[in-house]
């Protein structure tokens, strides 16, 4: 039998931002069998929630040398060569574009000759979009050049990308600027050039700071590895960064911020949040379990099935998962709701509706809650609802507003325990001590059981942390546990109380730019203040 080839994918992966991944990007990492790192935190990476690896896929980092350095380009190609060698699919992630930003033309070439083929996933250029994330127009510096030196060697000083006048961006590593320095100055270029250093450019890390090119030879301050990758902006443009820095300038940039839900519940909250510039870390306090007694259930389904109901009510993700497991559990899917009135309590629950397959029929327009959805029911009308039954599966400590509503509006019922909810196990230690000593920007409450299981799991979040909540209920309940409430959305939604934390932050920032002072985050701000009112 023929022996099948590996193939090998270079994939480049942009400056940093992951929401920079190309769609090819995302379907090359779903297929690979082995993913191949130049460096450790390049597999934070991975975790973006638009990436589904392979089961069983590994992931290979190359490692910098005791030189600061990663491998040369012959060392790389090896151990590519080593990984596809066994007729597997390897993606080799590269920084920004990989013909551009980075040497991968060796290793490519070394594909050719062991007989593998390659192939190449484009990326955005970290040496066009980290100037961008700077707050550079290099559209108006005056002519603009481009270098890539990651292995720390300059081109020779005659050549045209030094030239002195206009902008050159330079990516190159940290212990290499004494270098760059030297062969910026034999080129001709000024000692008081202007020079701008980004590190980490287009993630939450990212930091920036203004030099000339003689203090370039200082080194970078905050002082970093001698192998951190650094973008270097020199002549004009630098100029008018103050007024285009858009990306750090973000209300939220770099706030690690706290979201007690698991990760799929806090999906859209957190994207939200990444969008502001923040660093979300979900902390699950809640675990979701079976109902003590399933023959609830196993009734109301059947009941479902052999037209019992008029209505089906949803409060909670939670509470479609458990319903459609009950359904394959019996063989049944989404056409059995044919002919069924379904009604959720949100948006957040009617997607999770729809990626069943169904269209619910009332969502309410104004308030998104069991409040919100009883003024917007229709009152039981016995001459057009042929049937006065609803069926609301819940949570064992779902408030009865709901099914109290419904009866007042002429309705039955039947209201079902669909799933419990116990309190999580408590996070690790790390966790806990950033949630009391304050390393937390922000702490973002959703409902008052995560605000009871957070406190009962991991302690009080710190004096500084920024308090924000959902809702009144919810605001209620952290009062009642001795914190202060910062920020409360207007609408209970979880898109609203991340809008309600970023312009809290962009008030806070314009305060302190008011003064004329710098805008440390909260973590960085130490207050005694006791919480509570």
Same mark, same amino acid.
């Given at each position: 039998?023929?022996?099948?080839?590996?193939?090998?994918?270079?994939?480049?992966?942009?400056?940093?931002?992951?929401?920079?991944?190309?769609?090819?990007?995302?379907?090359? =990492?779903?297929?690979?069998?082995?993913?191949?790192?130049?460096?450790?935190?390049?597999?934070?990476?991975?975790?973006?929630?638009?990436?589904?690896?392979?089961?069983?896929?590994?992931?290979?980092?190359?490692?910098?040398?005791?030189?600061?350095?990663?491998?040369?380009?012959?060392?790389?190609?090896?151990?590519?060569?080593?990984?596809?060698?066994?007729?597997?699919?390897?993606?080799?992630?590269?920084?920004?574009? !990989?013909? =551009?930003?980075?040497?991968?033309?060796?290793?490519?070439?070394?594909?050719?000759?062991?007989?593998?083929?390659?192939?190449?996933?484009?990326?955005?250029?970290?040496?066009?979009?980290?100037?961008?994330?700077?707050?550079?127009? =290099?559209?108006?510096?005056?002519?603009?050049?481009?270098?890539?030196?990651?292995?720390?060697?300059?081109?020779?000083?005659?050549?045209?990308?030094?030239?002195?006048?206009?902008?050159?961006?330079?990516?190159?590593?940290?212990?290499?600027?004494?270098?760059?320095?030297?062969?910026?100055?034999?080129?001709?270029?000024?000692?008081?050039?202007?020079?701008?250093?980004?590190?980490?450019?287009?993630?939450?890390?990212?930091?920036?700071?203004?030099?000339?090119?003689?203090?370039?030879?200082?080194?970078?301050?905050?002082?970093?590895?001698?192998?951190?990758?650094?973008?270097?902006?020199?002549?004009?443009?630098?100029?008018?960064?103050?007024?285009?820095?858009?990306?750090?300038?973000? !209300?939220?940039?770099?706030?690690?911020?706290?979201?007690?839900?698991?990760?799929?519940?806090?999906?859209?909250?957190?994207?939200?949040?990444?969008?502001?510039?923040?660093?979300?870390?979900?902390?699950?306090?809640?675990?979701?379990?079976?109902?003590?007694?399933?023959?609830?259930?196993?009734?109301?389904?059947?009941?479902?099935?052999?037209?019992?109901?008029?209505?089906?009510?949803?409060?909670?993700?939670?509470?479609?998962?458990?319903?459609?497991?009950?359904?394959?559990?019996?063989?049944?899917?989404?056409?059995?709701?044919?002919?069924?009135?379904?009604?959720?309590?949100?948006?957040?629950?009617?997607?999770?509706?729809?990626?069943?397959?169904?269209?619910?029929?009332?969502?309410?327009?104004?308030?998104?809650?069991?409040?919100?959805?009883?003024?917007?029911?229709? !009152?039981?009308?016995?001459?057009?609802?042929?049937?006065?039954?609803?069926?609301?599966?819940?949570?064992?400590?779902?408030?009865?507003?709901?099914?109290?509503?419904?009866?007042?509006?002429?309705?039955?019922?039947?209201?079902?325990?669909?799933?419990?909810?116990?309190?999580?196990?408590?996070?690790?230690?790390?966790?806990?001590?950033?949630?009391?000593?304050?390393?937390?920007?922000?702490?973002?409450?959703?409902?008052?059981?995560?605000?009871?299981?957070?406190?009962?799991?991991?302690?009080?979040?710190?004096?500084?942390?920024?308090?924000?909540?959902?809702?009144?209920?919810?605001?209620?309940?952290?009062?009642?546990?001795?914190?202060?409430?910062?920020?409360?959305?207007?609408?209970?939604?979880?898109?609203?109380?991340?809008?309600?934390?970023?312009?809290?932050?962009?008030?806070?920032?314009?305060?302190?730019?008011?003064?004329?002072?710098?805008?440390?985050? !909260?973590?960085?701000?130490?207050?005694?203040?006791?919480?509570?009112?």
């Amino acid at each position: 039998m023929p022996v099948t080839k590996g193939r090998v994918i270079f994939v480049g992966i942009g400056p940093g931002d992951p929401s920079l991944l190309t769609l090819g990007a995302v379907a090359a =990492l779903a297929e690979a069998s082995t993913i191949i790192l130049d460096r450790e935190e390049m597999a934070d990476m991975l975790a973006h929630p638009a990436i589904t690896l392979t089961e069983g896929s590994r992931v290979v980092t190359l490692g910098i040398g005791d030189n600061g350095r990663l491998p040369a380009p012959s060392a790389r190609a090896r151990t590519v060569l080593k990984h596809a060698g066994d007729g597997t699919r390897v993606v080799r992630l590269v920084a920004g574009d !990989p013909f =551009l930003d980075n040497g991968v033309a060796d290793e490519a070439a070394a594909c050719v000759r062991g007989g593998i083929d390659f192939e190449v996933v484009p990326g955005v250029s970290s040496l066009t979009a980290v100037p961008e994330y700077a707050g550079v127009a =290099l559209h108006h510096a005056g002519g603009t050049h481009f270098i890539s030196a990651m292995d720390g060697r300059f081109p020779k000083v005659h050549t045209a990308q030094w030239a002195t006048v206009g902008t050159v961006v330079i990516s190159t590593v940290a212990g290499a600027l004494g270098d760059l320095v030297k062969a910026a100055l034999a080129a001709g270029r000024p000692e008081d050039d202007h020079a701008m250093v980004t590190r980490r450019g287009g993630s939450i890390e990212q930091y920036t700071w203004s030099t000339t090119l003689a203090g370039l030879a200082d080194g970078p301050a905050p002082e970093l590895p001698d192998d951190e990758p650094v973008h270097v902006m020199l002549g004009i443009a630098e100029e008018k960064r103050e007024d285009l820095s858009w990306f750090e300038s973000k !209300p939220l940039f770099g706030w690690r911020v706290l979201v007690p839900r698991t990760k799929d519940q806090a999906e859209p909250l957190s994207n939200r949040l990444r969008g502001y510039g923040g660093d979300p870390e979900e902390v699950p306090t809640i675990s979701v379990e079976p109902p003590r007694s399933p023959q609830q259930m196993d009734k109301a389904v059947r009941g479902l099935v052999e037209g019992r109901y008029e209505w089906v009510a949803f409060t909670s993700v939670n509470a479609v998962k458990a319903v459609r497991e009950k359904f394959e559990e019996y063989g049944l899917d989404a056409r059995a709701f044919s002919g069924l009135k379904v009604a959720t309590v949100g948006d957040t629950t009617a997607a999770a509706l729809q990626a069943w397959g169904i269209e619910p029929d009332l969502v309410p327009s104004g308030e998104q809650s069991s409040s919100g959805l009883v003024d917007e029911w229709p !009152p039981y009308d016995d001459v057009l609802d042929p049937i006065n039954r609803v069926f609301l599966p819940r949570a064992d400590i779902a408030t009865e507003v709901l099914a109290a509503g419904l009866v007042e509006l002429g309705w039955e019922v039947d209201d079902v325990t669909a799933y419990r909810t116990v309190r999580a196990a408590p996070p690790p230690p790390e966790i806990r001590d950033a949630i009391k000593s304050g390393r937390f920007d922000a702490v973002v409450f959703t409902s008052s059981s995560t605000v009871r299981n957070l406190v009962g799991i991991a302690g009080k979040p710190h004096a500084s942390t920024v308090i924000a909540v959902i809702g009144p209920a919810t605001a209620k309940t952290a009062h009642e546990h001795g914190l202060r409430v910062d920020v409360q959305a207007s609408k209970p939604s979880a898109i609203e109380v991340a809008d309600a934390l970023a312009s809290f932050a962009a008030d806070r920032r314009d305060d302190y730019l008011a003064r004329g002072e710098a805008v440390p985050k !909260p973590s960085e701000v130490r207050r005694n203040a006791r919480r509570g009112r």
